[in-house]
């Protein structure tokens, strides 16, 4: 009697188990990092600029009022500076130092939200950054159509016609007439150039040429 096998476990599946698992684990740990980095960068120095960005934690730090103070100092000749403290005011007016705390607590929020809403945060940034690899594509496409295409480079007027030459033809002088002829020649004459012999042989040759 010959008896069923089973199913074969498929060796290679089992075999990439742990890899996924490793790097799911560095995917998760890695966002953890950044989340942390930049939640403490938004609570401390974006609260040190804005100090609005602190009093999210005032829920959890203080049963009253949080308030800041600034404080103004110079610490060099013609340098100025700028202290924060926070404060919990009481309904008695009392006060209770709550900078660390509140610089803390604040961090913490800011970096919650920031590795809850991590995927859409990828969404978006890689929608950015693919419209933005389009953009240079589509530049790059055009420019590169502009260097070799001769019809967006050059104007229509300035494109030859093809079976057409155009030469450029120059006109002669215009002869001088018999009066401007005798009129030369009798300035040669006036000048001495010329006897007046000479005036009246040249003068009948050239009305012999009428």
């Given at each position: ?5 089973g ?9 990439a188990?742990p890899?996924?698992?490793a790097?799911r684990?560095l995917?998760?740990?890695?966002r953890l990092?950044?989340?942390?980095f930049?939640g403490?960068?938004?609570g401390?120095?974006g609260g ?8 999210i ?11 800041t103070v600034s404080?103004p100092y110079?610490?060099?000749p ?9 404060f919990?005011?009481g309904?008695?007016g009392?006060?209770q130092?709550?900078?660390a705390?509140?610089l803390?607590?604040s961090?913490?929020?800011y970096?919650v ?7 859409l945060?990828m969404?978006?940034f890689r929608y950015?950054l693919?419209?933005?690899?389009r ?7 055009d420019?590169?159509?502009?260097f070799?295409?001769q ?6 007027w300035?494109?030859p016609i093809?079976?057409?030459r ?6 002669p ?7 401007d002829?005798l009129?030369?020649l009798?300035?040669l ?8 012999e000479?005036y009246?042989?040249r003068k009948?040759?050239m009305?012999?040429?009428?």
């Open positions: 009697m010959i008896g069923k096998e199913p074969r476990p498929n060796h290679n599946t089992a075999s188990a890899w996924l698992r790097l684990a995917s998760l740990t890695a990092v950044i989340s942390l930049l403490t960068m938004i401390v120095a040190a600029l804005f100090p609005a960005l602190t009093h934690a005032a829920p959890l730090i203080c049963s009253g009022k949080l308030e404080s110079s610490y060099k013609g340098q100025y500076g700028v202290t924060r403290e926070l919990c005011v309904d008695d009392s006060r130092p709550m900078t705390r509140g803390f607590f961090s913490l929020i970096a939200a920031l590795f809850a809403l991590w995927p945060l969404l978006s950015l693919s419209r933005g690899a953009r240079v594509g589509s530049y790059a496409e420019r590169l159509r502009g070799v295409s019809e967006t480079t050059t104007p229509t300035a494109r093809k079976g057409i155009i030469e450029t033809v120059r006109q002088a215009p002869a001088d007439t018999i009066e002829r009129r030369e009798a300035r004459r006036d000048i001495g150039a010329i006897t007046p000479d009246e042989t009948r040759e009305l012999s040429e009428l």
